[in-house]
């Protein structure tokens, strides 16, 4: 069964970190690029960071950009987005994604265009 769980969702300040994990069940990671998508109550789903299969290679959106790392580690087929300097704009719900493709190519344009698996989300408030 193919599956993806996210975690390490919360409640922070303004200013403050997370980290979120996405952990895959069914599939081999490895192959996959996957991405993470987030959405605030009454907005589309919009796309924030990708990464590759072999982690060479990642995407951010310009929101996200210097303040947001993606990364995995395919040894324990789990992808992870570490959040910094977070603001009250990033409250949300996180979701990852697996793609079909082993690229983020297309993702900046399409996001959600080749995501195929997605996990049940978790929810991240950034608040004083």
């Known amino acids: 069964q193919v599956q993806l769980v996210e975690s390490g969702g919360g409640l922070v300040q303004p200013g403050g970190s997370l980290r979120l994990s996405c952990a895959a069940s069914?599939?081999?990671?490895?192959?996959?690029?996957v991405g993470w998508f987030r959405q605030a109550p009454g907005k589309e789903r919009e796309g924030v960071s990708c990464?590759?299969?072999?982690?060479?290679?990642?995407y951010y959106a310009d929101s996200v950009k210097g303040r947001f790392t993606i990364s995995r580690d395919n040894t324990k087929n789990t992808v992870y987005l570490q959040m910094n300097s977070l603001k009250p704009e990033d409250t949300a719900v996180y979701y990852c994604?697996?793609?079909?493709?082993?690229?983020?190519?297309?993702?900046?344009?399409?996001?959600?265009?080749?995501?195929?698996?997605w996990g049940q989300g978790t929810q991240v408030t950034v608040s004083s």
């Open positions: 069914g599939f081999t990671l490895d192959y996959y690029a």
């Open positions: 990464i590759n299969s072999s982690g060479s290679r990642t």
């Open positions: 994604a697996k793609r079909k493709y082993n690229y983020c190519s297309g993702y900046g344009s399409t996001p959600l265009y080749g995501a195929d698996y």
